[in-house]
């Protein structure tokens, strides 16, 4: 059974310039959660979407944003990039339980130059 | 203010010995979740812990999750080189549904 695939690996963006990150989930997963994990700050919870609706967001600008799609895929955009954008962003998945547990990708590195 | 505060931000042991890393906070989780994780990949999950006093094995590590479920250990025994990595904490918070992170163990185990 194939785990969550996220895309691109890799991705280098100039300040002021928009991204579009993607995510599949778990085949049976109707949660997922995306994650920024900087250098030297650990990884800091972004949004949530369950059955294609934001549930939840972290402390970020509304410039992070994004959506979740029928099949349960989901993309993070985030527009106006500054510097400190540049991070491994992650994507995780789990089932719609509470208490389940979250099973996460290889991550997007994303680089704002 | 983190809510998971993690020890030792970084350990560096020689094959063979034994560790302690801890996961303390002052809120109480519904339940709490170790991963592993290599540079430039994401994180592995190892355990999941729920109820309070809660012991876990998985070959060499044991994992433990206070009565009060407020705090949690992952101990190591014997470490190999294959263990290097970055170990987090992570836990729900009440009904939340995403993980809170701590800051993460940075561990290296020299042959």
């Known amino acids: 059974e194939a785990g969550v695939t996220q895309s691109p690996t890799h991705l280098i963006k100039t300040r002021g310039q928009q991204v579009t990150l993607r995510c599949s989930p778990i085949s049976g997963h109707t949660s997922v959660y995306w994650y920024q994990q900087a250098l030297g700050l650990g990884l800091q919870f972004l949004l949530w979407y369950d059955e294609g609706e934001e549930r939840n967001r972290g402390n970020f600008p509304p410039r992070f944003s994004g959506r979740q799609f029928p099949n349960y895929s989901s993309e993070l955009n985030v527009n106006a990039l500054e510097l400190e954008d540049s991070a491994l962003y992650l994507c995780?998945?789990?089932?719609?339980?509470?208490?389940?547990?979250?099973?996460f990708g290889q991550g997007t590195r994303l680089t704002v130059v | 203010t983190q809510l998971l505060e993690q020890s030792p931000q970084f350990l560096s042991i020689q094959e063979g010995e034994n560790l302690t890393v801890y996961c303390n906070s002052s809120s109480v989780f519904s339940s709490l979740q170790w991963y592993r994780q290599e540079p430039g990949e994401g994180p592995v999950l190892l355990v999941t812990v729920v109820t309070g006093g809660e012991v876990k094995k998985l070959k060499r590590l044991t994992f433990q999750f206070g009565d009060a479920r407020k705090d949690s250990s992952l101990h190591i025994t014997a470490a190999q080189p294959g263990d290097t990595g970055l170990y987090l904490c992570a836990g729900r918070l009440g009904s939340a549904r995403q993980l809170t992170f701590g800051s993460g163990t940075q561990l290296t185990v020299l042959p």
């Open positions: 995780a998945s789990s089932q719609g339980q509470v208490n389940t547990e979250a099973f």
